[in-house]
C-alpha cells in the first residue's frame, strides 16, 4: 500500500475506533526545539544516560547531573507545543481519541489543549528534597547554584523519572488500565525502546487492539506488531489526520 492509503486506512481506523490513545515520545516535541534522546541529534548522543540519567548518577553527583538539567530546561522553558501536540488535542475534543500516554516530561500536550494527559515518566513542573521530602515547583527554585538544595540542606530532584526509578504508580495503573480498553494505539514520536511504556502498544494487540504508528524510522513495533505505519514528521502527518477527520466528507 502507498503512503495515501495508509492515510485513508488510518483515518478509516480512527473513525472505527471506539477507545483511541495516544501514546506519545520525544518525536512528538522535536518540532518544539526540545531534541530527542536517540539518534545523531538526541540528548544521549551528547550526554551519556549511565552517567547523567541513572538516579544513582543523581545521587552520586547530583551538580554534574544538574547541568545537563540546567541545559534541558532552559530549552523547555522556551519551547512552545507544535502542530502535532495540537493536532492531538483536536482529536481528543472532537471525540476521535480518549487521551493521551506521554513518556514526555515538557507539559506541551497539556499547553496545546489535551485534557485527559497521563505523564508516564512524571514531568518536570515540581522538584522534590532528597532529604526531608519537601514539594517545590520549578518557579520557586533558582538554577544559580548547582545542585538546587532544600532550607532543609537536602538536594532537590526533579520529578521526572530517572533510570532505576519506578514509574509513579498511578500513572502506571491508569496508563495499563486504558490500554485494556484501548482498541487503536497512535503511537507518536517514540523509538519505542523504553519499558514498561513500550509494552502497552503490545498490550492493545494482545487484546485485538491496532497501532497505528508515526514515526521518521521504523522500530521494534513497526517490526514486531502489525503496525499501520505511516512514515514522517508527526506535525505533517497529524496535520493530514485531522483534514482528513474533521474537514473531509
Ligand atoms: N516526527 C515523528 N517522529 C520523530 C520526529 C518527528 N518530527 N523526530 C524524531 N522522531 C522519532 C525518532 O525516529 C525516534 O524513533 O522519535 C523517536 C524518539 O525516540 P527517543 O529519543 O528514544 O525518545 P523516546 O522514545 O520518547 O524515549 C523514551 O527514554 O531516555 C528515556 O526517559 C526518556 O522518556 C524517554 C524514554
Known amino acids: 500500500m502507498n503512503e495515501e492509503g495508509r492515510l485513508l486506512s488510518a483515518v478509516e481506523a480512527m473513525r472505527d475506533a471506539q477507545h483511541a490513545l495516544a501514546l506519545t515520545g520525544a518525536g512528538i516535541s522535536v518540532g518544539s526545539g526540545i531534541p530527542a534522546f536517540r539518534g545523531s541529534q538526541g540528548l544521549w548522543d551528547k550526554y551519556d544516560p549511565s552517567e547523567y540519567a541513572h538516579i544513582s548518577a543523581f545521587i552520586e553527583n547530583p551538580k554534574k547531573v544538574w547541568g545537563m538539567l540546567k541545559e534541558l530546561y532552559g530549552i523547555m522553558k522556551g519551547a512552545r507545543p507544535n502542530f502535532a501536540h495540537k493536532a492531538l488535542a483536536i482529536l481528543e475534543e472532537h471525540g476521535f481519541l480518549k487521551g493521551v500516554i506521554t513518556q514526555n516530561v515538557d507539559g506541551l500536550h497539556q499547553r496545546a489543549g489535551s485534557k485527559r494527559v497521563i505523564e508516564f515518566h512524571g514531568n518536570g513542573n515540581t522538584l522534590i528534597c532528597l532529604s526531608c521530602g519537601r514539594i517545590f515547583s520549578m518557579e520557586e527554585v533558582s538554577l ?34 486504558e490500554a485494556d480498553r484501548c482498541d487503536l494505539m497512535l503511537v507518536v514520536g517514540t523509538s519505542a525502546q523504553v519499558y514498561p511504556a513500550a509494552q502497552l502498544p503490545y498490550k492493545v494487540v494482545d487484546r485485538g487492539g491496532g497501532i497505528l504508528e508515526i514515526n521518521l524510522e521504523e522500530t521494534p513495533l513497526t517490526r514486531e506488531l502489525p503496525t499501520l505505519f505511516l512514515k514522517g514528521q508527526a506535525s505533517r502527518i497529524l496535520h493530514r489526520l485531522v483534514k482528513e477527520l474533521l474537514i473531509s466528507p
Do not use: H, N, S
Not at 151 to 161: A, E, F, I, R, T
Open 144 to 177: 544559580e547554584d548547582l545542585p538546587p538544595t532544600c532550607p532543609c540542606g537536602g538536594v532537590l530532584k526533579p520529578q521526572l523519572v530517572f533510570f532505576g526509578e519506578p514509574i509513579p504508580p498511578q500513572a502506571l495503573d491508569e496508563a495499563f488500565r
